[in-house]
């Protein structure tokens, strides 16, 4: 699993990131059916504590932020199979 983010780039993004990635993992604690991204990100959280879990989920929003913008496609979160 990799949960670090690199400091290369804008700082002010990395932080508007991990920002929201603390604020997407508050949110995901009150769902009552989360999908698969908010599901791992709890699971992150439970194994790893807070600040690494919104670092590992920062990361991976980047990288679902560039792969969106870069195949001009739209974010479809997928739910979790029963």
Not at 23 to 31: E, M, Q
Not at 55 to 80: G, M, P, Q, Y
């Amino acid at each position: 699993m990799k949960s670090a983010i690199s400091r290369a780039g804008d700082a002010y993004l990395r932080m508007l990131l991990i920002n929201g990635a603390r604020s997407a993992l508050l949110a995901a604690s009150r769902h009552e059916q989360p999908d698969r991204l908010r599901r791992w990100a709890l699971q992150v959280h439970h194994l790893r504590g807070h600040n690494r879990a919104a670092v590992a989920l920062a990361n991976k929003l980047a990288r679902i932020v560039w792969a969106v913008w870069r195949h001009d496609t739209c974010f479809e979160s997928r739910a979790v199979a029963a």
